[in-house]
């Protein structure tokens, strides 16, 4: 089993930014690979970024590429998604998930462990 939880959303201006943090417990942190997804209401989850298991690699949807950087700590088994330039159309609510694929996973199908999510509102 493995317990993930968000923090660092809430209320930002467009333009502004914001720092969400998911801090992991159970599984051993650095044998997944980690994900962000968002979902905006009524709607499914879609993938925003994802990161290898030691942080070499990452990988970016169209829409955060540029914009969001995703990172982690494995000594401290946190997850984060720096979020610059945000939109309004980024109100949502934002998701850290864990895998135990290879690769590049892009799909919420792919992931096995996910947190609770943080809201994200950015106002116009």
């Known amino acids: 089993q493995m317990r993930l939880v968000e923090s660092g959303g809430g209320l930002v201006q467009a333009g502004g930014s914001l720092r969400l943090s998911c801090e992991a417990s159970?599984?051993?942190?650095?044998?997944?690979?980690m994900g962000w997804f968002r979902q905006h209401p009524g709607k499914e989850r879609l993938f925003v970024a994802t990161?290898?298991?030691?942080?070499?690699?990452?990988y970016y949807a169209d829409s955060a590429k540029g914009r969001f950087t995703i990172s982690r700590d494995n000594a401290k088994n946190t997850l984060y998604l720096q979020m610059n330039s945000l939109k309004p159309e980024g109100t949502a609510v934002y998701y850290c998930?864990?895998?135990?694929?290879?690769?590049?996973?892009?799909?919420?199908?792919?992931?096995?462990?996910w947190g609770q999510g943080t809201q994200v509102t950015v106002s116009s």
């Open positions: 159970g599984r051993t942190f650095s044998t997944q690979v």
């Open positions: 998930a864990a895998s135990p694929y290879e690769g590049i996973p892009t799909e919420a199908r792919q992931y096995e462990y």
């Open positions: 990161i290898s298991k030691l942080g070499t690699t990452t």
